[in-house]
């Protein structure tokens, strides 16, 4: 067991956390849990035979759309004060130009339903999916990409951050590397592009111009009560051995991955670029002269190992040697340390974790896993790293993308056949230590 690891035990059981209120809560994302979908890239992608492993769709999903009440219950149950969800561009302008307003008042009911049980929104304006109609129109790579998002998100924004709803707590853009990557370089999810590095970084470029915009649009609201970020799926990467050229390897994945993104909406310099595309060079002035970003959204589930090989693609990426999770993916709570300490140091920003979680059907990890990141986070305070909250992925078992609803990330077990939902242990662990952080 290293130092940190063990530094992290002893002060699991430290006394509680100096953020007030720090924001203990759950996540999830609209077509992952809504049901009755609107026609997107996603619906689209589940229509595809052997686009999704085991053939599911998110048709029905955990049909949040009408049973959010019962989620906010469960969430209210576990002590939580905080619920991230997202909104479905596809439901608001389901054709180009054409709103439906409705969908924008049952998005506000939602919140209100969520503030009534004491649970602070956190809302998340992109989460993976396109509106059909975008996509016919070139997605992500379309020139007028950052525009139509601005122009949705301000709508969005401009109704939910306005009483009742009172929204503060905002996230342009979910993980916008893992979809460039998914989307672009593996194929995985829509488009569905293998191998396309320019695409990819035209898409993650995109992303981050109507980002700025959108911050840029929402500051001239004058409401200082907002704040801004990204959700950033960051990975520790790792060298395999500590030879220099393992060590660039691993560099420079982090800053591809990790860093590429942050910094260009952290200063507005858009620097763009990995092997085989064009470099992306460009300078978009900072929403009122600061930094984008009003704290960071952090999304962690674990650390890579690097290596330089002698053939393409050089740089090598694979899992950590510890315990896995049902997808293989290494659970390795001491990375939410340093994940937390790199982006304090590098951005010198409050910190929200909006993301972390395990795969999990037997509930046999998840336990541990909860209480080990959340010990690990307590270390990273106790290093002087300002941590506003942590959300759990996820209250519920949901649709997990390609991988279908066969993965299961819920605290709560979903019947899919029923829709019935049940607590798993874990949601008694995670109770206990929201519980205990507040005595
Ligand atoms: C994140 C993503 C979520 C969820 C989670 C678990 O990358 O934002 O939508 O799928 O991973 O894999």
Redesign the pocket.
Known sequence: MSRLWLSCFLLASAPAFAADPFYWGV???AF?VEGSPVESDWTRWTRIPGKIADGSNADRATDFWKRYEEDFDLAKTLGANAFRLSIAWERLEPKKGAWDEDALTHYEKIVLAARARGLEPVVTLH??VLPAWLVDEGGLESKDFPGLFAAYADRVVRRLSNSPASVKWWVTI??PM?LTHAGYLTGEWPPGRTNDARGAMRAAANMARAHLETVRRARTLGNAALKFSV?A?YRVFQPKTDRIWHRAAAKLSNWAFNWQFLEAVHTGKLRFWMPGSEFIRETIPLPDGRSSLDYVGL?Y?GRMITELGFDAPFVKVSEGPGPKND?G?EMYPEGLSIALKELHDGLGLPIFVT?N?V?DALDDKRPNFVANHVAALKYAQSEGVNVVGYLH??LTD?F??A?GLV?R?GLVEVDYATLEKKPRASFETYRKIIEESRE
């Open positions: 996540g999830h994302s992952q989460h993976f979910n993980e893992v959700a799926h999304n589930y997808l993916w993301e979680g795969a992925w996820s949901n997990e993308w991988k993965s990330f």
